[in-house]
């Protein structure tokens, strides 16, 4: 007779993973989103880099809106998604959205992908159609596992994915108007990816730094959550809506210049020089960082004209959410692939281009010399290729349990 301690059935959802027969690529949110994150960021750059240099004859798709939106509802949503879908077994306890469902989802993205290429062709309202069920259906699938989890501490997540999506249907709101003004979208979706970064680093980066001090036996460990970062969300929140709908007020730059200080003062509580000799760690400082420094130029741009907003703006895309994806991306498809969290040389590498590309955009927005431009595009392009050769074979190899 066997004992209850000596059974070793893994509990049914344990092993409901570790039976799934479907394909590799669709078995994890992160592994089709990644990938889809990593080749679309070089596509969409190159391709904006060829019609900005004029290596591409004009055209009527490849234009400003297009970058953005590609940016932030493309790029940057691939990125979020996958990550997201990969903790929320974790913060619920269910079975991942995998096999068929995710194969929808993935292929929801694409075509959004296509139909803001086609976008000439099949006009604002199929455009519109197409490219926003990515994001409805996202948020949906993410409040269905929340809800039915009952894991309403990530509600928030859930909250944030959804005012994304209507960002982005306001963006083809606006765009099929007469003046096509999307900034309005456009500064939405920027302060809806900050709010994310805030919320979600202010989790990972103390606890995985946290984790690595006190293996070392380091008594000074990075400060537990408090009012403080609590504060902090809030005042995010607050200086996202006065930027997005009132961007030159004088409300809006003091907001700016109390959310810099509050996001510089919480990255110092985390230690991050303790653990520069730990790439796949400093990058996420560096990554936090960023925001912090794209606050502080907002907050120069509205009191002083010092800068001009796409330097804040590209703080913000380009070294605030990029650098954080790239080390997310790294981190987490090692980490469930059973590899070990060590940046290996190309992993090292793209960090340092990464973070290249974002000074030298930052350098381009505030002396408009086209040196910088091109610079940071070819940079970004390197971050993003050697991230898709090295982790091609992670991202789609054979299924494994960690």
Request: hydrophobic fraction near 55%.
């Amino acid at each position: 007779m066997t004992s209850k301690s000596d059974d070793s059935t893994p509990p049914p959802r344990i092993a409901a993973r570790r039976d799934y027969q479907g394909p590799v690529f669709l078995s994890q949110g992160f592994r089709p989103f990644f990938l889809g994150a990593g080749v679309w960021a070089i596509i969409a750059i190159s391709l904006w880099l060829g019609e900005w240099l004029g290596i591409f004859p004009p055209s009527m798709v490849l234009n400003a809106n297009w970058h953005t939106h590609e940016m932030l509802f493309g790029f940057a949503a691939s990125a979020m998604a996958g990550f997201i879908l990969t903790a929320i077994p974790n913060w619920t306890g269910r079975l991942p959205v995998r096999g068929p469902a995710l194969g929808l989802l993935a292929g929801l993205w694409l075509a959004g992908r296509i139909a803001m290429l086609a976008a000439s062709e099949l006009g604002p309202i199929a455009t519109a159609a197409i490219d926003s069920l990515f994001l409805v259906a996202l948020s949906a699938a993410i409040w269905r596992e929340i809800i039915a989890g009952k894991n309403w501490r990530n509600a928030k997540v859930a909250l944030i994915i959804s005012t994304l999506a209507a960002a982005n249907l306001l963006f083809h709101w606006q765009y099929a108007q007469a003046s096509a003004d999307t900034t309005l979208a456009e500064r939405m979706g920027v302060m809806v990816l900050v709010m994310l970064v805030a919320l979600i680093g202010g989790r990972i980066i103390p606890s995985f730094t946290r984790n690595i001090l006190a293996r070392r036996g380091d008594s000074k460990l990075p400060s537990p959550v408090s009012n403080t970062d609590r504060f902090t969300l809030v005042m995010t929140a607050l200086t996202g809506i006065a930027w997005t709908f009132y961007p030159q007020s004088l409300l809006s730059g003091g907001l700016t210049l109390i959310a810099c200080a509050l996001h510089f003062e919480r990255l110092t509580r985390w230690r991050g020089l303790a653990v520069l000799n730990e790439p796949m760690l400093w990058v996420l400082h560096v990554g936090y960082l960023w925001i912090s420094i794209g606050f502080g130029l907002l907050s120069a741009h509205i009191f002083l004209n010092l800068v001009p907003q796409s330097a804040a703006i590209h703080a913000f895309t380009v070294g605030g959410f990029s650098t954080m994806i790239l080390a997310v991306m790294s981190r987490a498809s090692r980490g469930h692939s059973g590899l070990p969290l060590i940046a290996d040389r190309p992993t090292i590498m793209l960090f340092g281009a990464i973070t290249i590309a974002a000074v030298l955009r930052v350098t381009a927005s505030i002396t408009s010399q086209p040196v910088y431009y091109s610079a940071s595009g070819v940079f970004w392009v390197l971050a993003f290729g050697l991230f898709v050769i090295a982790y091609w074979p992670v991202l789609t190899k054979t299924f494994r349990t960690r």
